[in-house]
């Protein structure tokens, strides 16, 4: 895992990745968004293990979960393996709790997969984040939320990113994510962009902004 640590660090941002990325591989993202330096931020970029992947023929890439079909749905997450992934993740946040990082001050983002376990794991953990992004994703197991959604997490501010052409991850995926969590009380943020599955430069403007006014204070 890569773990940017400035002195004086009171906020933190845990990235994602995507399938057959790697944490050294979303790194650049964070030099691109040029946040202050008067702001010291932690950022940790944790790297998916190795696994089959089905839609791959099998073959190995970091994969946060499998994913058996694209136009299947109830296939395109594998719910044991995305919530092994959760676990790990929402245990890298008690760390940085345990560290004296208050979780208030976290935010949780993700790139597509990694977008998939951020909201995941967000929506389910007893303490209210700083924010959780949500770039060109979905949501696992969308029927379980309702039963499984923590009240802290109500609170916790959200933003979706989407491309218009995303070929990837169809723009209707990642609305019907933010429609339902307007269903629960939620009211996220949405921006979208004449991009496929990929993060452009319009939307980096975008995404310092919301970071910015999460982590503030």
Same mark, same amino acid.
């Given at each position: 895992? #890569? +773990?940017?640590? $400035? !002195?004086? !660090?009171?906020?933190?941002? #845990?990235?994602?990745?995507?399938?057959? +990325?790697?944490?050294? =591989?979303?790194?650049p993202l964070v030099d691109a968004l040029d946040l202050p330096e008067a702001l010291p931020?932690?950022?940790?970029?944790?790297?998916?293990?190795?696994? $089959?992947?089905?839609i791959n023929q099998g073959f190995k890439l970091r994969a946060?979960? +499998?994913?058996?079909?694209f136009s299947d749905v109830t296939r395109r997450a594998i719910e044991p393996h995305v919530r092994d992934?959760?676990? %790990?993740?929402?245990?890298l946040i008690e760390q940085l709790i345990a560290e004296g990082f &208050?979780?208030?001050?976290?935010?949780?983002?993700?790139?597509?997969q990694g977008g998939v376990i951020a909201s995941f794991t967000a929506l389910r953990l007893p303490q209210r984040l700083a924010g959780l992004l949500c770039l060109s994703t979905y949501l696992a197991a969308p029927d379980k939320l309702m039963s499984e959604i923590s009240d802290a997490a109500r609170a916790t501010p959200v933003c979706y990113?989407?491309?218009?052409?995303? +070929?990837?991850?169809?723009?209707? /995926? =990642?609305?019907? &994510? %933010?429609?339902?969590? =307007?269903?629960f009380g939620f009211a996220p943020e949405w921006h979208?962009?004449?991009?496929?599955?990929?993060?452009? /430069? $319009?939307?980096?403007?975008?995404?310092r902004a919301w970071l910015l006014a999460r982590l503030a204070d």
């Open positions: 895992m #890569i +773990d940017l640590h $400035p !002195a004086g !660090a009171r906020h933190a941002i #845990i990235w994602l990745h995507g399938l057959g +990325d790697s944490g050294a =591989g979303l790194a931020i932690r950022h940790l970029l944790p790297t998916a293990p190795e696994r $089959p992947v089905t946060w979960y +499998d994913i058996e079909s992934s959760s676990a %790990k993740i929402a245990a &208050a979780a208030e001050r976290i935010v949780l983002a993700g790139f597509s990113m989407h491309g218009l052409y995303d +070929d990837v991850v169809p723009l209707s /995926l =990642g609305w019907e &994510a %933010k429609t339902r969590l =307007g269903q979208e962009y004449p991009m496929r599955h990929e993060i452009c /430069l $319009p939307q980096l403007a975008d995404m």
